[in-house]
């Protein structure tokens, strides 16, 4: 597979259905849990930590699943989605890098919220910075940072997200 810096939306459903990163590897969730529409940037050895860098960007619209159930009469998308995206931008960067296994979210130090995506917001961005890569005889972890902007205003923050890709 030659490596890219960006994928559009449909390359993202191949991650899902495992043709990307190859079967036993690395995917994404499938819709509607894949919680963003296309990766702008993926690159090593760039972003605040120098260790690597991926951006990605979701398109709000009204009828997104989430804004009927959480919460009726005041639409919100649930945090634990944005918190959940950063887990999959760590694990497919993992991919990318050519880690093998699944992947897997292993947890997150601190979390903080100081805003939301509602129905009026156009795009949410995500910054995942990548601090370090840890390989093991039984898999690799990923160490980051992250990142959600709604309509460029900056809402959410990840500390020390970890994500682990395990082989069989």
């Known amino acids: 597979m030659k490596q890219k810096n960006n994928y559009n ?25 894949l919680m963003f529409d ?9 972003g605040k930590f120098k260790k690597g860098i991926i951006k ?3 398109d709000i619209k009204d009828n997104m ?11 919100v998308m649930p945090g634990c989605l944005g918190l959940d995206a950063m887990w999959q931008l760590v694990g497919f960067y993992l991919g990318w890098m050519g880690e093998p296994g699944k992947g ?3 947890g997150v130090n ?3 919220f100081t805003g939301e995506v509602i129905k009026k917001v156009k795009i ?14 039984g898999g690799t972890v990923g160490f980051a940072d ?8 900056q809402i959410y923050t990840a500390e020390n997200l970890k994500v682990g890709v395990y082989k069989q």
């Open 9 to 33: 939306y449909n390359e993202l459903i191949d991650c899902a259905n495992g043709v990307l990163f190859g079967e036993g590897n690395a995917r994404l969730p499938s819709p509607p849990m």
């Open 124 to 137: 949410a961005t995500y910054e995942v910075n990548m601090k370090k890569v840890l390989k093991t005889e």
């Open 56 to 58: 990605a960007e979701l």
């Open 110 to 112: 601190s979390v903080r």
């Open 38 to 46: 296309r990766i702008t940037q993926i690159q090593s050895g760039e």
């Open 146 to 153: 992250g990142t959600l902007k709604a309509d460029d205003k």
């Open 65 to 75: 699943w989430f804004f009927d159930c959480h919460f009726k009469s005041d639409p």
């Open 104 to 106: 897997r979210a292993l």
